[in-house]
């Protein structure tokens, strides 16, 4: 028998609220209600396809439909989504076992080790288990180079999973929600207002919708943004591998302001990502006349043919839900500068589950959704804590020869414990959550090896920097 | 098979998993297929094919057992590895994906019973 409630009748926020405890409607999906995603990005795309699929799964029977009015078949900025393109290693295992494989011409490259840039020195550190399990894509089909590419979008790749699940998808701009006869309307331009059940909002940080919410009466902070650094450089396929490889690098440098830097190789191309606060032209410009960044790509003979800088969401609403209403992915709550794909799937999923299975009302969410953001919003705490202690480690030369020497030596021993470079592996990849990784950190055999690391890194050292 | 794609591409013949060694993670097969065959008295018999999609070695995440059988590339076969720990990480989230386990179980118990029978 399906686990659903029993909708006793509608009922608007207000009314709902007002409505007293003994006689509260219960809000639920019933068959043939009409479920709205606003965007079609991965948190939306994977929000209807577990919905249908639990929805089927039940005998129940739903109307989807995807608001997204960019084509991801579009290279360039009209069919991006504007992010670094990396799925985290437990996302690509997690999509597997969910059924979902990443096609070749979707995941570009299989990323096989990070290399990790400072001035001391620079340390390839291997993928624990010796196979690519970390895959670079292109949210679009690309950069903006005027001419076609062989790759397929990932956010379009997972678009058509959701349309084969049923999903419909309207290319139209969504200018609003209004509240009509208790169920959310969605406004376009022309005046046109489409009544749904339930809307899913997937619009991320990048579009205002979250935004509008407040018009509609609905109480939802916006996410606290950053903003961030994206270029795409082009040269022959050849000397890109033959420069970075398979591997993605990573740039622990002493440069203010800059949080994280990374070059990821794409083929024929190779994305740029920068992080830190108030990224501008005189930032970037100090990062890629680095010797550090010089030292591994030639900059100046390999021309930017597209940039942006998009926003980031480094802290979600505390309450993403109300009826009939629930955020997901970016416009939600996502994990702190990593794995934002990964958190988009399981926000997606803990919202498609308590939708078919509990109810839409904010009680529902708020018992059944909000732990799966509140578990993340949590881990997202001791990240920032993490990431305090490695920008600390990152200003003194010292601390930056104590990383390089524990991690060079760590991957010179095959069969040792690897613990700095499980540590910066699941820092850099997003694989693992940040309290795991803290933990890790808190292991007395790690411990030791870092202290008697930053004894030696304290020596002059006379060696000069190689990849090991 | 896919230069520089995820996961590890094994020729036709290489052994993925063998009977009898200790096993921590399982399998998905992302292209090609690979087969799972047994020693018994002697001689080798072939159990099953598991082909695009599928996975394998799931029973090393619920028990500590020796892996049951050994499974080899048919042909060129790319296989990714998924680690017991961040599986059951993600299962104690997500109860649900579990049951996407449990489907392939349950389809394998009905195939050997409908084997043994015919048998």
């Known amino acids: 028998m399906p686990l659903r409630k029993v909708r006793r009748g509608l009922s608007p926020v207000g009314n709902l609220a007002a409505a007293g405890t003994s006689a509260q409607p219960v809000l639920s999906l019933e068959d043939g209600a009409r479920v709205a995603v606003i965007g079609g990005g991965p948190a939306g795309s994977f929000f209807a396809h577990f919905l249908l699929k639990m929805a089927a799964e039940v005998g129940l029977g739903l109307s989807v439909d995807i608001w997204e009015p960019r084509s991801f078949s579009r290279s360039g900025p009209g069919g991006c989504n504007h992010c670094g393109g990396i799925v985290s290693e437990s996302l690509v295992q997690i999509l597997a076992t969910e059924g979902i494989n990443l096609p070749l011409d979707v995941a570009q490259r299989g990323i096989e080790s990070y290399v990790v840039h400072m001035d001391v020195d620079s340390v390839r550190i291997a993928s624990p288990g010796g196979e690519r399990r970390i895959a670079a894509l292109y949210r679009g089909t690309g950069p903006r180079t005027g001419e076609a590419t062989p790759w397929e979008s990932f956010d379009g790749f997972l678009q058509r999973m959701a349309i084969n699940d049923g999903a419909r998808v309207v290319r139209s701009l969504v200018s609003g929600i209004e509240w009509r006869d208790g169920l959310p309307h969605l406004l376009q331009a022309d005046g046109a207002a489409s009544p749904y059940e339930l809307v899913c909002i997937a619009s991320g940080v990048n579009s205002n919708f979250v935004g509008l919410l407040a018009q509609a009466g609905i109480e939802i902070d916006p996410p606290e943004t950053m903003r961030t650094y994206i270029c795409e450089f082009r040269s022959d396929p050849e000397t890109i591998q033959q420069v970075l490889g398979d591997s993605m690098h990573v740039f622990l440098l002493d440069i203010p302001r800059l949080e994280f830097a990374a070059l990821i190789p794409k083929g024929e191309f190779v994305t740029m990502c920068l992080l830190g606060e108030d990224v501008d032209e005189k930032l970037v410009h100090e990062f890629l006349h680095s010797p550090e960044v010089k030292r591994c790509f030639p900059v100046d003979s390999t021309p930017c043919v597209c940039t942006c800088s998009p926003l980031i969401n480094i802290r979600g609403p505390k309450r993403p839900f109300a009826d009939r209403i629930v955020l997901i992915g970016d416009s939600g709550v996502t994990r702190l500068y990593k794995d934002g794909i ?18 839409i009302a904010a009680e529902d969410f708020g018992r059944h959704y909000a732990p799966t953001c509140e578990a993340i919003a949590a881990d997202n705490a001791i990240g920032k804590f993490m990431f305090t202690v490695t920008h600390a480690f990152k200003y003194a030369r010292f601390s930056r020869r104590a990383i390089a020497r524990m991690s060079r030596n760590e991957q010179a021993s095959p069969g040792s414990a690897r613990r700095l470079s499980s540590v910066l592996w699941n820092m850099f990849t997003g694989s693992a959550p940040y309290r795991e990784i803290l933990k890790d950190t808190l292991h007395p055999a790690f411990l030791t090896g870092m202290t008697w690391n930053l004894v030696l890194g304290a020596r002059p050292r006379r060696r000069g920097s190689k990849v090991v | 098979m896919g230069d520089g794609a995820l996961g590890t591409v094994y020729a036709n013949g290489a052994v993925i998993v063998r009977e009898g060694e200790p096993g921590n993670c399982m399998y998905v097969v992302q292209a090609g297929k690979v087969e799972v065959v047994r020693e018994d008295g002697g001689r080798e018999r072939q159990l099953g094919v598991i082909s695009e999609g599928s996975f394998f070695g799931e029973m090393a995440l619920f028990e500590t057992e020796m892996r049951s059988a050994t499974v080899r590339a048919l042909g060129d076969a790319r296989v990714l590895m998924i680690d017991k720990r961040a ?27 409908r084997a043994q029978e015919e048998a």
């Open chain 1, 342 to 359: 990964g958190a988009a799937l399981r926000t997606a999923k803990a919202a498609a589950t308590t939708a078919v299975f509990q109810g």
């Open chain 2, 87 to 113: 599986l059951l990480r993600r299962i104690k989230e997500d109860p649900l994906l579990a049951l996407n386990l449990l489907k392939t179980l349950s389809a394998r118990l009905r195939e050997a019973r």
